[in-house]
Every structure is written in C-alpha cells, then in structure tokens.
C-alpha cells in the first residue's frame, strides 16, 4: 500500500507566484487533513475535508485553498506565494471513525523567496 | 493558554534511562490523545493512542489525567533510536476528527 502520497517533495517559489500541492491516499480514508510545519514548531491544520465535495477552514488558512472532487485526492492550492509561506506541507488522512490514527504523508517542502 | 502546551526540551538522557514528557490541554471536551513520534524531516507516525485512562506498549506508557489535563508518556529504557521528537495531540468534542498538536518535545538519547 502506498498510503498518502504527497507532490513535489521540494518546491522553490517566487514572491507572487502560484502552485498546487498534490496529496492522494489509497485507503479509502473519508478524512482528509493539510498541516504546515515551521522549524521547531508544532502541526497547524490549514484545511480539511470530511469527505468529497466537503472542506472546511483549520486554523491557518489565508492564503491557501483546497478542493476535494475525489475521495482519493485532495489538493491545496496556494496564489500569491508570500515568504511568511515556507514550511514544510503535511498531508494526513484517517479512516471513517475520525477518532482514529492519522496517517501523515511524507511532506513537500517549500521556500518562497 | 495555547490548546495543547508541550515542553519543548531538549531532554538529553543517556541509554536505560527513564524519560516522561507531559502535555497539557484546554480543551475539557477533547475525547482521543495521541502520541507522535517525527524523525527529522520525516513525517509523524503514531507512537500511541489513548482513549481512556492510559495504554501502554513495550517501554512506553502513556497515562492521561482527565482532572487535571494532561497526558504523560514514560519511556522506560531509552534506546539511541528513541532520539526523536515528540508531538502530542488530541481530538476535541467534534466529530470531524481535527486533531491539535503541541509544538514538540525534543528527545536525545546518547551513549
């Protein structure tokens, strides 16, 4: 099983550039998470989605968007890239029962310069 | 008060000892706690999960004080590959499964 697969693994952006960060799972999950990662901090959730054609607002979601047409996949779209966006991007999903295990994909790192 | 306080570290300990981190959290309506363990640059995996009072798995145990908010995780008999960080999260009272994390507690176990 691949699990959660996340696109590109690192990416470099201009200021004012745009880009689509690709996440797709092979489990079925109904569950869908984005998570950004600065240095030496914790997970915040961006956005999430409780199934195909639901998502919803995290914690930090200005200046991302997201859509889920499939229950496979689930991609976050940023435009405009500013620099306060280099992180490391976490894809997550988990199973029917949302108190379940998440399982993380391996991240896409960007820098925005 | 942030919704889930974790002490960040480091903790340096040496191999075969006995290391516990707590986390704490806000949210009184929180139902499921989770231990994650990151490698660096590497994703989180599930270390743990607990739902009731605690669990416990090989040399890690986690405990969770509902009274008081917190949730422990003891790592008996440190091995050099239990150098890692780890994060704590919960679930709050909503059924969408939105998970709040900690910033981490950096762990270094050496020789």
């Known amino acids: 099983n691949a699990g959660v697969t996340q696109t590109p693994k690192f990416r470099i952006l201009k200021i004012g550039q745009s880009m689509t960060l690709q996440c797709t799972q092979d489990m079925n999950h109904n569950y869908m998470y984005w998570y950004r990662q600065d240095p030496g901090m914790g997970l915040k959730l961006i956005y999430y989605?409780?199934?195909?054609?639901?998502?919803d607002k995290g914690e930090v979601p200005n200046g991302y968007n997201v859509s889920r047409s499939t229950t496979e996949d689930f991609p976050l779209r940023l435009e405009l890239a500013a620099p306060s966006q280099t992180s490391v991007y976490f894809c997550?999903?988990?199973?029917?029962?949302?108190?379940?295990?998440?399982?993380f994909g391996p991240g896409t790192r960007l820098l925005v310069l | 008060r942030k919704e889930v306080e974790q002490d960040p570290g480091p903790f340096n300990v040496p191999e075969g000892a006995t290391v516990a981190f707590n986390c704490t959290y806000s949210n009184s309506a929180s139902q499921s706690f989770f231990w994650y363990r990151q490698d660096c640059r590497k994703e989180p995996k599930l270390l743990m999960s607990?739902?009731?009072s605690g669990n416990e798995d090989g040399r890690f145990t986690a405990q969770l004080n509902r009274a008081s908010q917190y949730i422990s995780l003891l790592i008996r008999d440190s091995k050099l590959s239990d150098s890692a960080t780890y994060l704590c999260?919960?679930?709050?009272?909503?059924?969408?499964?939105?998970?709040?994390f900690g910033q981490g507690t950096i762990l270094t176990v050496h020789p």
């Open positions: 989605s409780v199934g195909a054609g639901i998502t």
């Open positions: 607990v739902y009731s």
């Open positions: 997550a999903s988990s199973s029917i029962n949302p108190q379940e295990t998440q399982y």
């Open positions: 999260g919960n679930a709050g009272g909503t059924s969408y499964g939105k998970l709040t």
